[in-house]
């Protein structure tokens, strides 16, 4: 069964630091990934998407992520937090095309000055 | 930009009573889709319509249903709403062919005393 585990349910990090939101999944075919924002009082926004070629993909807002399909994984990282960041971030696995993604619980993202 | 409205932001409702939550999308998106959002559970698809007139059912369609006359517009009822049925509802909209990218709504809050 197709499976998004995103272990951390709150990070906190100072703003300027580096971060980085993990995500696992569990998918019966060539996984297609993605990594959805939701700031407070807003619907998700695409932040980036991997199908496929390089594994490390750019997105929006400074954003990275990286697919290491040996650890079933596709962390997030930004190098430098700003305050504007802070939000719930929510990794999801499909089809590349089709009508089903399967989300993870999401992880909330806290910035402190 | 592709935009999806969702007319109700807050609502509050009583057991028993017949909820609408409705969706419209200005971008001719073939595909629409009803998620809903509970903390620590991210997001699971109630339903999805790949076409006018046409449905399928999701991950948790139990007490749900649809509608979709027109292209623009996908409606949720809930024929008899219920306490555990309050949460935030998220309306989402795709291109058939845009590789799961998904535009959202800001979502939809009910809550049903």
């Known amino acids: 069964a197709q499976s998004v585990t995103q272990p951390d349910i709150h990070i906190t990090v100072s703003e300027g630091a580096s971060l980085e939101l993990r995500c696992n999944y569990s998918y019966g075919a060539t996984p297609y990934l993605f990594w959805y924002v939701q700031s407070p009082g807003q619907g998700l926004q695409l932040l980036l998407k991997?199908?496929?070629?390089?594994?490390l993909v750019q997105g929006i807002k400074g954003f990275e992520a990286e697919f290491k399909r040996s650890q079933s994984s596709f962390n997030l990282r930004k190098p430098s937090v700003h305050w504007s960041d802070a939000a719930e971030y929510f990794c999801?696995?499909?089809?590349?095309?089709?009508?089903?993604?399967?989300f993870g619980a999401g992880t909330i993202l806290r910035v402190k000055s | 930009d592709v935009k999806v409205t969702q007319s109700s932001r807050y609502l509050v409702k009583r057991t028993g009573e017949k909820v609408f939550l409705e969706c419209v999308q200005d971008m001719d998106h073939e595909n629409m889709f009803w998620y809903r959002q509970d903390p620590g559970l991210g997001l699971r698809l109630i339903y999805f319509s790949y076409d006018v007139k046409m449905k399928e059912k999701g991950d948790i369609p139990e007490g749900y249903s649809v509608s979709r006359e027109k292209k623009e517009r996908f409606s949720l009822i809930l024929e008899s709403a219920s306490t555990n049925q309050t949460s935030m509802y998220l309306c989402a909209s795709s291109w058939r062919a845009g590789a799961n990218v998904l535009t959202f709504g800001a979502g939809s809050r009910l809550t049903v005393l």
């Open positions: 991997y199908f496929s070629g390089d594994t």
């Open positions: 999801a696995v499909g089809a590349a095309y089709g009508n089903k993604l399967v």
